[in-house]
């Protein structure tokens, strides 16, 4: 079983996808991978995210597939049988903060203040998913946590842009950032595996040329 770090430093950027139709499933994994974004996670927001995560594991092999919007245990083992390699949710329940230290996949819950960040920590999470990002305090909360919480590391999402991104991923604190931005609806309504394959390149490229910490102080 891969460890929630192991997928962070295989990709620092996770493609977050709703997919509306299973058949755009696997052509939208391979784009993402070509233009160099290795992992992705499905959204539990639409009737065949399951079937989306079990077409990408099953036909893009490489990819690093997740499933997000987990709101229950029952859905944290149906991501699991699906063949997540992980699963993350938008916040954190008690039952799920349980099961999910045990879970067979490695699981991300999700926190927007520090009273959520220290029942998760208590339960023995050190890496937590921080949602909504942008709305919740950005990178000034991130740097807010950093003090008492150094020990802690996160993974962003919720309103984060391609141009934002870097500055989340300089925060010696943030080991990866995930988005919709990698994934706009219309281009996937429309096919447009190009045009998705680029915007990932170009991402990758932003985060290449901007000033990033020393992997070791991560
Ligand atoms: C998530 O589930 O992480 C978010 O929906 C991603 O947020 P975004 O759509 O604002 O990128």
Redesign the pocket.
Known sequence: MMRMEDVFAASPVIA?LTITDVRHAAPLARALMVGGVGAMEV?MRTPCALEAVRVIADEVPDALVGC??ILSARDLYAAYKAGAVYAAS?GSSVELLDVGISAPLPYLPGISTATELMAAYERGYDHIKF??AAAAGGVPMLKAFAGPFPMVKFCA????TRQSSPHYLAQPNVVCV????LAPPDMVEAGDWDAIENIARSTIDDLSLAPRRPRTQG
């Open positions: 977050v959204t997000s919007t938008p949602y909504p999402t919720g309103g984060i995930g988005g919709s931005w």
